[in-house]
């Protein structure tokens, strides 16, 4: 009955789903989705025979040059200077008339395509230069070769006036070149805003101190938001404040700052917080010249006014103030600045409070449904809030999936996935009660997982942020990679979804325990001390023979008996995985790197494999060594002994390795996680509050502590003085003993 009802599950999802575009059945890909599209039967054939008319604009205009440089690099297109054929582009203030707010209005495009004739015109720069995305995409190939467009008239515009990616910076530092190619992505998918969230990635001049070793510059900041000013994204920050500030309490410096002495949040009652915050917030604006928002963050303020200087009782009522307080002076603060101010409104803020809100405060999370109708009695707007990750460990849940439990039911995991779950939330009919302007798609750093495993759900957060509720998540994940990789490269939805499976076993093929190394967080949304336990992922080794007659008792092959059987299918999982990714790098013409990435992590998964099933071959070996030296065959129990050994050593190596290679890939894009730049040693604290992965150990070695929590150093060091006595009391030689670490 259980599978009978998954499957129902399935087909009910499934069966609200849109019809696919009528672009997508005649083979051409387009993201987002045109708001409107009239086809005529014929395609265009797109020969070397076409002259581009820039209307004035010149060539240096960003539209001018994305589409020479996008037809030249993703199609092999040189356009001429003089034919009958031509490309024109024109910027013409109210050509485009649809009924929306001025803000949308200068994003809009016409686009028509004729036999002889291609016209892009805007009302502005970003509705050309989003006609110019629209057309690059558009193009596609015959089966001579020939590049066909269809004979089509578009007219497009956004829904949303705010389209917002995530990046979110907290355990790595991207390189500029990286972030740069993350802003031509993002505005061939018609993006228009980054929250980028700095914590310390950036030098404060006021409080150098916070800033990390190799923190980006002021001047390096503002190059990055100028790239994405050209392009039409506003690079906007966002500082984790008054919570989430151990990256800024963690410094002796500022100790006395502390909420009831925890790193987690500042002291809201003590004035010099605010003069932290506000100075932090002023270096900020000074480096992101040309933007016009700033988020504030308020994130998961849980203890406003715990702090033993406030003279109000800490309770509800006044912790609702508290946080009430803090944004009115934020948003005053930053209009003096010339900046409009978003910002998480969730808990503990009552929902009574809402009102003493400047109503010019826009609403980031679209969070506690209590709020709505005061926020739209005040005029306020919101961003719908999306989530493309939250704590899933190496790649995101963008599928549905329904994993075995331990009687061979089904149990409803990542029931509906993130891809539908972004086509649901920015669909519902909850969102649209209020008056959202833009969306939000989040891209948390808790869990480590690297950006380029991202791309995929931000489009969609591009896709229904401009065109809600078409198409289906298929035929999204489907013109993504067609898009993404390129045409030639196929099959790569479902590599995904192995990915992910991989991922998601990889994630429940541990044990979960009390951690031996972190001691308890401060507490939680709940309140100080609650959820304060801590989990690290682990696995028990084999255990060893008893001297002097090697008495054993197996362990791993009872204990891990539903590791092992999974262990084996992920393996051949894995090893096809592999083999399809190496094939994908020479059938994409694009992104070569994001599959780099993607081989490093299924090698990653693949190891976890080989780990579990040496773990059970090893114990095998000493099970067998036991058995002969009851058997009084002492040099074979040697034997077995030393085999048992070396199998653990070579997956050391193995390890090693794998994550010598993952660690090489990660930082051609990255900078080392926790580097020393300029003298300057990075300063390690754990979050009070929250268990994230990411934030175990200062540098990437996180994504190996479940291995480094099951101690094999120590293991074949302590095998090792079981061998050498047992060998030695029977006059056996050792032969064969692989090295061993033997430091601690």
């Keep these: 009955m259980k599978n009978l009802a998954v499957s129902l599950l399935s087909a009910v999802a499934l069966s609200a789903q849109p019809l696919a575009t009528e672009l997508w059945l005649r083979g051409y890909s387009v993201i987002p989705t045109p708001q409107k599209v009239e086809l005529a039967a ?54 485009v008339a ?38 690059v995409q558009l193009f596609k190939r015959a089966p001579d070769g020939t590049l066909l467009l269809p004979e089509a008239a578009i007219e497009d515009w956004p829904r949303l006036e705010m389209r917002f990616l995530h990046w979110d910076t907290k355990h790595h530092q991207d390189r500029i070149p990286t972030l740069k190619r993350y802003l031509d992505w993002a505005a061939r998918f018609k993006i228009n805003r980054i929250g980028f969230e700095l914590e310390d990635k950036f030098a ?52 006395h700052l502390r909420a009831d002495g925890n790193n987690y949040q500042a002291c809201l009652c003590d004035e010099e917080s605010y003069k932290l915050i506000f100075r932090m917030y002023d270096d900020v604006i000074a480096a992101t010249k040309g933007v016009d928002y700033f988020f504030v963050s308020t ?39 010339g900046r409009r101010m978003l910002a998480w409104i969730e808990y ?78 920015i669909t519902s009919s ?16 808790d869990s480590g997982l690297h950006n380029e495993t991202f791309w995929l759900g931000w489009s969609a957060v591009a896709q229904y942020g401009w065109t809600p509720g078409t198409p289906s ?33 990889w994630q429940r093929t541990w044990d979960r325990v009390v951690s031996r190394v972190r001691g308890p967080g401060y507490g939680n949304s709940y309140g100080k001390g609650i959820g304060t336990t801590r989990y690290d992922l682990t696995l028990s080794p084999p255990p060893l023979p008893a001297p002097p007659d090697l008495r054993f008792e197996e362990a791993v092959a009872g204990k891990y008996a539903r590791f092992l059987e999974e262990a084996k299918a992920r393996y051949q999982e894995n090893d096809r995985l592999l083999y399809s990714l190496a094939g994908q790098m020479h059938l994409s013409d694009r992104n070569q790197y994001n599959l780099e990435v993607l081989s490093a992590l299924a090698r990653f998964t693949g190891h976890h494999w080989r780990l579990l099933l040496g773990l059970a071959g090893a114990e095998k070996s000493l099970q067998r060594a036991s058995e002969s030296a009851r058997n009084k065959k002492p040099a074979e129990a040697v034997g077995h002994l030393v085999a048992a050994h070396n199998r653990v050593r070579a997956l050391e190596r193995d390890g090693a390795e794998v994550f010598r290679r993952l660690t090489e890939t990660y930082e051609k894009s990255r900078f080392p996680k926790g580097q020393s730049a300029g003298g300057s040693r990075f300063v390690h604290v754990l979050d009070d509050t929250k268990d994230h992965w990411a934030d175990r150990t200062p540098d990437l070695g996180f994504m190996m502590a479940p291995e480094a929590g099951i101690g094999l150093p120590r293991w074949l060091k302590d095998l090792n003085q079981v061998i050498q006595p047992y060998a030695k009391s029977h006059n056996v030689p050792v032969a064969g003993l692989r090295e061993a670490r033997l430091e601690e």
């Design 348 to 425: 503990p803020l009552l929902p009574e409070h809402i009102k003493l809100l400047p109503s010019d405060i826009i609403d980031g999370v679209m969070g506690d449904p209590k709020y709505a109708e005061t926020e739209k009695q005040k005029g306020m707007r919101q961003l719908i809030y999306v989530s493309m990750q939250g704590g899933e460990y190496l790649f995101p849940d963008y599928f549905r999936d329904f994993a075995e439990g331990p009687q061979g039911e089904f149990e409803r995991g990542q029931a509906s996935g993130r891809l539908q779950g972004a086509f649901d939330s």
């Design 473 to 505: 998540p298929e035929q999204h994940a489907a013109e993504f990679m067609r898009l993404y990789y390129g045409p030639r490269a196929t099959g790569m939805a479902g590599l995904y979804r192995t990915m992910q499976l991989q991922a998601r076993a």
């Design 98 to 135: 649809p009924a929306a707010d001025p803000p949308i209005a200068q994003q809009a495009y016409r686009l028509k395509i004729a036999p002889s004739l291609i016209e892009i015109t805007a009302n502005g720069g970003a509705g050309l230069f989003y006609g110019v995305q629209t057309l």
């Design 430 to 445: 909850r969102v649209w009660q209020v008056n959202p302007i833009g969306v939000f798609g989040a891209a948390w750093d």
């Design 42 to 95: 014929a395609d265009v054939r797109f020969e070397g025979d076409w002259r581009l008319d820039s209307g004035g604009l010149g060539q240096t205009h960003i539209a001018v040059r994305t589409l020479v440089q996008d037809l030249r690099e993703f199609h092999g297109i040189e356009l001429k200077l003089a034919s009958s054929r031509v490309l024109r582009l024109a910027i013409r203030p109210g050509s």
């Design 204 to 255: 404060y001049p006021s409080n150098p101190i916070i800033g990390a070793p190799g923190a980006f510059t002021a001047a390096q900041l503002q190059e990055i938001v100028d790239y994405g000013l050209e392009r039409f994204i506003q690079v906007t920050p966002v500082i984790q404040a008054p919570a989430h500030m151990g990256y800024v309490l963690k410094h002796r410096q500022f100790a």
């Design 299 to 337: 994130d998961e303020v849980y203890y406003a006014g715990i702090c033993a200087k406030c003279t109000e009782p800490y309770n509800e009522g006044n912790r609702s103030l508290k946080w009430a307080g803090f944004a009115q002076r934020a948003r005053d603060h930053l209009a003096q600045h």
